[in-house]
């Protein structure tokens, strides 16, 4: 038995998301070994190879890795899942853009987003934004599988695995890549965040977005997210939410403010340790998850709440 | 260009699900159900193609019971020019769908298909890519923003990151994110329009596609449910509760 786990980085980092979707991986049984698909990418390949208990990294090299898109991807891999049982990737966006198109090639029905394992062919996910869990076993002979990071923590590091070097069909495909706008920041990464602050669509503005919600997450050492409705309306980019089609995250605090938890919203965040909510209304379906709830109008509430702090 | 949109029949997004006490799944009877949201974004891009004029015409598809007829409907009634449904009774995954819009597409030829991002019942996020990989055709996934430049489809993804753009060769597929476009609400002499718009009828045998599930439900449960907590007075208190918790 050998599962094959994609692994999800910049070329220059590996994501902690990779380092869970091996936990994943060891739970199914099996030899682990880590593709590192990208350009330059050899550090990503040697953090890859200190993973806890990975048998060997796959390193394919080229530029039309760079951003690992779906159709180089599916042409790098298909050949390589001869020698595997199992194909595993973190439920990134990256992972979601490439494993479906690998599993229709190999004639399987993907399992996507699973949270847990019960033995090999039976696996656990949500459905229904999280409002219903399911258990299925697959008969299929081979299975492709997407990671929800939250249900798993990271391996450990201290391994030496090999890294090999695998050949990386060279194209040309009929994806390319034309440019990218990355938020860049200092703060902790969403989704590995040990702390969110949250700021719903009752901010207002971007400016007081900005002004509100960023200081108290600089004071809690967290990262920033958002609801859809406050995306939606420009007050924080997209990549800051958090729900059902957003960012999953279960970190030890969350801080929501002025959200008002929709459903939606809930399944993005609905297994942190301790939720906090702070809003004016208290019949707001956030308070129904949350830890502690305060009814206050976020404009006093905030600033008065980050200076305590 | 020909435009193919799939439209999926799922539980509106405002039902609160419940478990049937069973665990063999949820409880759709007497349940709301509308067109998936994402597939409404869909829909709502191909219209504007057309009314750019860059779309000629419109096929929505579905793959369903009966009433999915009404989805294709409303696809219709938001303007798009005919429909079909593959009618099954069965719950078909999202490979045998795949397979079956497969199939649709060889024999309509389009020049692309506009999927939703994701199903908000089954959440996975497949179909679209799957397609893709079935028919050796390019894809840009999770799109908020859709043009074609230089004879080539940009699409403007929402990744991790942040935003990415892919320009797409050929005919293509495109999976839309929410932030793509507003969906309208069809007017009503466009309903009453839509209701002498053609639907073809089928059957996944006229495909001649294998859809058997290879998935098999052990069991659906409710999610742990979250106690609340208390309400707490004032930001001094909740600061208290907070450091006696040791979460700050
Ligand atoms: C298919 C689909 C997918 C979706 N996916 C997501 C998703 O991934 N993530 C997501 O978040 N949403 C998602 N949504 C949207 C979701 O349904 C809600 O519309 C959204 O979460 C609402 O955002 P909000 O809570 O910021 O805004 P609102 O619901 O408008 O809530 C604002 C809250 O702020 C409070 N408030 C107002 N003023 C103040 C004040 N001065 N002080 C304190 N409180 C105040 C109000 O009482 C209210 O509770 C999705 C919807 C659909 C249809
Ligand atoms: N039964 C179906 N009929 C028509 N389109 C579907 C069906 N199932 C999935 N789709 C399409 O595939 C998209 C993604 O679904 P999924 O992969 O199930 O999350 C949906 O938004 C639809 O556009």
């Known amino acids: ?309 | 260009m020909k435009v193919l949109v799939p439209v999926k029949r799922v539980i509106d997004y405002n039902v609160k699900v419940r478990v049937k006490s069973d665990q063999t799944g949820v409880d759709l009877a007497n349940v709301k159900m509308s067109m998936n949201p994402f597939d409404e974004i869909s829909v709502e891009e191909a219209v504007r193609m057309k009314e750019a004029g860059t779309a000629t015409e419109i096929v929505a598809v579905s793959i369903g019971p009966q009433q999915a007829q009404e989805t294709i409907r409303t696809a219709l009634a938001m303007g798009a020019d005919r429909g079909i449904l593959i009618k099954t009774d069965e719950n078909v995954e999202p490979l045998g769908v795949a397979k079956l819009l497969a199939k649709v597409v060889a024999e309509e030829s389009p020049d692309m298909v506009i999927l939703g991002k994701q199903a908000i019942d089954d959440d996975s996020n497949q179909t679209g890519q799957m397609l893709g990989a079935l028919l050796g055709w390019p894809q840009g996934t999770f799109a908020s923003e859709v043009k074609a430049e230089d004879g080539k489809i940009h699409v403007t993804r929402e990744v991790d990151g942040g935003l990415q753009t892919v320009a797409l060769e050929g005919p293509s597929i495109v999976t839309v994110d929410l932030r793509l476009n507003e969906p309208r609400y069809a007017s009503l002499p466009n309903i009453m329009k839509a209701k002498k718009k053609p639907i073809d009828m089928k059957a996944p045998e006229d495909y001649g596609v294998d859809i058997a599930p290879r998935l098999s439900v052990v069991k659906v449960t409710e999610p742990p449910v979250r106690e609340a907590g208390e309400k707490v007075e004032d930001v001094p208190t909740l600061v208290e509760k907070l450091k006696t918790a040791g979460a700050i």
Request: net charge negative; hydrophobic share 45%.
């Open chain 1, 1 to 309: 038995m050998a599962v094959l786990v994609i692994a999800d980085h910049d070329n220059a980092a590996l994501s902690d998301a990779t380092a869970k979707t091996v936990t994943a991986a060891k739970a199914f049984g099996g030899d682990v070994d880590i593709l590192v698909a990208g350009e330059g990418a050899g550090d990503v390949a040697a953090a890859a190879a200190q993973i806890d208990g990975v048998r060997k990294v796959l390193h394919a090299d080229g530029a039309a890795y760079k951003k690992q898109l779906a159709e180089a991807m599916e042409a790098l891999i298909l050949p390589l899942m001869n020698g595997y049982d199992a194909l595993f990737a973190p439920a990134t966006t990256m992972g979601k853009n490439v494993t479906p198109r690998i599993a229709a090639k190999l004639d399987v029905m993907q399992l996507s987003d699973i949270v847990g394992i019960e033995g090999q062919d039976t696996f656990v996910r949500p459905i229904y934004a999280g409002n219903a869990i399911m258990t299925v076993t697959s008969s299929d002979a081979k299975k492709v599988v997407t990671v929800r990071g939250t249900a798993f923590d990271a391996a450990g590091s201290g391994g030496s695995a090999a890294v090999e070097t695998v050949d990386a069909p060279g194209g040309p495909f009929k994806s390319e890549f034309v440019s990218e706008e990355v938020v860049k920041s200092d703060r902790p990464e969403l989704t590995a965040a040990k702390s969110v602050v949250s700021g719903g669509r009752a901010l207002g503005s971007e400016e007081e977005f900005n002004r509100l919600i960023i200081p108290l997450a600089d004071k809690l050492g967290a990262a920033v997210g958002a609801s859809r409705a406050a995306v939606d309306a420009g007050y924080a980019p997209n990549d800051y939410q958090v729900g059902q089609t957003g960012k999953i995250v279960a970190p030890e605090l969350y801080v929501a403010v002025g959200i008002s938890g929709a459903i939606q919203h809930l399944a993005g965040m609905k297994d942190s340790k301790i939720i906090v909510a702070i809003n004016k209304d208290e019949e707001a379906p956030i308070f129904q998850v949350a830890d502690y709830g305060l009814v206050a109008d976020l404009f006093n509430a905030v600033p008065e709440l980050t200076d305590a702090l």
